[in-house]
C-alpha cells in the first residue's frame, strides 16, 4: 500500500557531495518519521539520519555537520556534503507511518549505492 522510491546515489570523489531522495506514495494518511540508513559491506545498517512529522531531527555522530536530512510532503531528502571514503554504502530510506485505513506501515526502499573515492 506504500512505496518508497529511492534516488541520487552515485560516485563522487572524496569531498563532494550528493542529495538523495525518497518519494513515498500510496494510501498515506500520515508519516510520523523517515530515516536513512546505510550499510557497508561487512558492517552492520546503521541509522544517518531520522526526521520527525515535527521537524525534529537526530544524526549519527558521524554525519553531524555534513549531512542535512529535509522533507517536502512525502519527499524525505538527505544533503550529504564533505563526503568521505568511509559514507560509502548502499543507503535505505525507512517511514514510518499510518495508512488511510488506519494501518501502521513500516517501509523500507529500495536502497541506493553512494560510493566516495579518495
Known amino acids: 500500500q506504500v512505496q518508497l522510491v529511492e534516488s541520487g546515489g552515485g560516485l563522487v570523489q572524496a569531498g563532494g557531495s550528493l542529495r538523495l531522495s525518497c518519494a513515498a506514495s500510496?494510501?498515506?494518511?500520515?508519516?510520523?518519521?523517515v530515516g536513512w540508513y546505510r550499510q557497508a559491506p561487512g558492517k552492520q545498517r546503521e541509522l544517518v539520519a531520522r526526521i520527525t512529522s515535527g521537524d525534529s531531527t537526530n544524526y549519527a555522530d558521524s554525519v553531524k555537520g555534513r549531512f542535512t536530512i529535509s522533507r517536502a510532503k512525502n519527499t524525505v531528502y538527505l544533503q550529504m556534503n564533505s563526503l568521505k571514503s568511509e559514507d560509502t554504502a548502499v543507503y535505505y530510506c525507512n517511514v514510518l507511518g499510518r495508512t488511510t485505513t488506519l494501518a501502521d506501515f513500516d517501509s523500507w526502499g529500495q536502497g541506493t549505492q553512494v560510493t566516495v573515492s579518495s
Open positions: 500510496g494510501r498515506i494518511l500520515r508519516i510520523n518519521s
